[in-house]
Each structure stands twice: as C-alpha cells, then as structure tokens.
C-alpha cells in the first residue's frame, strides 16, 4: 500500500522560510503527479502546488514567487520550499497523488506575525 509521509513543519515567524519533505514509498514517484494542499481551521483543503512528471509545475496565486515544488524521484520524495511566509499560510499541509488519491497525514505549518 502506497504511503506518503510528511515532514519539516513547525512554527516560524512571518518571513521565515520552511521546507516540507514527503516521503513515498511502495510507489514508483516517476509515474505520477504529486501534489501539496493545505487546510486551515475553518477553510476547505486547497491546492498549494503541483508537479507532473515532466517537472512542469502549477501554483496557488496566493503562494506564487514565493513557494517552490521539487521532486526527486531516485529518493522518492516531494518538497515544498516555503519562502517569505505569512500567517495566512499557517494550516496543515498535506502531500497528495492525485490519480492514486492517496493523501499524507499531514504536517502543521504555523506562521507568527
């Protein structure tokens, strides 16, 4: 069974940086999409950011110029460099494979203004 695994949350002050790890295993990485979304308290889940196979990527308007999605598919692992954060990103942020719809459990990402 697919497992993804997130790391590298915590609590940082507004723009501070962080850089989320997911870590997939029983899967082979090369194959799919992966994808990071974020839910705070009292909002729907959103997309944060994408990368295809390809490495082509999509961001959030709210997170463009300042977050960054990777992937390295040898170590089968997703990130999400965060840079210049505001509170309005503090939420817990899952990594996602969309055609598998296999979600992590999540790591909380709180930002102090």
């Known amino acids: 069974q697919v497992q993804l695994v997130e790391s590298g949350g915590g609590l940082v002050q507004a723009g501070g940086s962080l850089r989320l790890s997911c870590a997939a295993s029983?899967?082979?990485?090369?194959?799919?999409?992966m994808a990071w979304y974020r839910q705070a308290p009292g909002k729907q889940r959103e997309l944060v950011a994408a990368i295809d196979v390809s490495g082509h990527t999509n961001y959030a308007d709210s997170v463009k110029g300042r977050f960054t999605i990777s992937r390295d598919n040898e170590k089968k692992q997703s990130y999400l460099q965060m840079n210049n954060l505001k509170p309005d990103d503090t939420a817990v942020y899952y990594c996602?494979?969309?055609?598998?719809?296999?979600w992590g459990q999540g790591t909380q990402v709180t930002v102090s203004s």
């Open positions: 029983r899967i082979t990485m090369s194959m799919y999409t």
């Open positions: 996602y494979v969309p055609v598998l719809n296999k």
